[in-house]
């Protein structure tokens, strides 16, 4: 269960991974929070393809994981897919986010499968404010990458997709 294989997702429906698998350029998004804090989706930001299932509205919880599919919007290989993804770091007991024990610490994730070149991702986490796009900005390879930052460790890696013939970009944090 390390990197999500071998998990199947019951509320993922057949359909969707059909629809998914058929798209020329696509994408498996696996988040993993090992760590004791919550992970709250704060921006969002796709700049091409769509989103075969959503969640990242609500919280990752400490010790959960979610998967998500990303592909290019038509049955092509002529379009890419790409975004990034900003979580905000909070202890599970604190709603405004300001309890000492809060690291005030922000989770950025970038991710995407260009119509030219290798896929790419980018992982970072610090207290420094910026918009989701940023995430996207700064993925410019596939190759691995760790950040560090209030003694939490985020690492990205890529491994075989299990739905599709693409990658699967592991985040994990902890
Ligand atoms: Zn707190």
Known sequence: MEDGKGWVESSLQWQTIEKFARRGRSLEIFIKNKSR???KLEEDFLDSGE????????????????LTLV?????????????????RLHCPYCKENDCDDCKRCILYIGFG?????NLVSFVSLTNVEHPAKYAFDEAKDGTFKSSSFGGLRGVVEMIDAIYCSSKRIV????
């Open 71 to 87: 592909a290019n919007k038509a049955p092509s290989f002529s379009l890419s897919v790409g975004g990034g993804l900003k979580y």
């Open 51 to 66: 989103r075969f299932r959503t969640i990242f509205k609500d919280c990752i919880y400490p010790g959960s994981s979610w």
């Open 37 to 39: 804090y919550m992970f």
């Open 113 to 117: 499968n260009p119509f030219i070149g």
């Open 171 to 174: 985040f994990s944090v902890e």
